[in-house]
């Protein structure tokens, strides 16, 4: 008794043959190949060249997903980032009002507050009553002149255009 069960053509739903697992193996063969290919261009890097390539490929990555938390924020989601800072409930209503009325929510209000503490040289609190009292400390924050703070656990991160700083 045929126990296969049959397809409408009448063939037995079998793989046709010169398909499936040779289809499969050059998928494969095409893979191991292109892995060779990049191993052998890889080894052929320095420690330097190797990790500027990680970043490159990381920023890259990671583009779309800044993209979208850029135009996909609003107002009482940096408000409850604030608050998760440590900001309170009022502090963070006005911050994030002087924050949009900039134009600078998108870079995110956590990350613009941040960003003062760094520059006035205060804790985030104070940062956020800097930014309430006077929006002025905004002025120049996202310019590429702005200076941002320096240390041996900088990465390019910190510095990609575009990226969410």
Known sequence: ???QPHQPDGSSGGTPSGTGSDVAGGEIDRRTRQFEERRV????LSD????????ELSHQMMEPVVELARTHTSPSIERSILLRMGIDSVSSHGVVD???DR????????????????????DVRAAAAAIAAD?????????????APTSAASTPATTTEGARR
Do not use: C, N, Y
């Not at 134009?103 to 205060?122: D, E, I, M, R, Y």
């Not at 929006?135 to 200076?147: E, H, K, M, Q, R």
């Open 135 to 147: 929006d002025t400390v905004l002025d120049g924050l996202f310019t590429p002149t702005s200076a």
């Open 98 to 100: 002087r924050i949009h």
């Open 48 to 55: 330097e060249q190797l990790k500027a390539r990680f970043w």
């Open 1 to 3: 008794m045929d126990t």
């Open 41 to 44: 261009a890889l080894d052929a």
């Open 103 to 122: 134009g600078l929510l998108g870079k995110g209000a956590g990350h613009v507050v941040l960003k003062v503490a760094h520059q006035l040289g205060v």
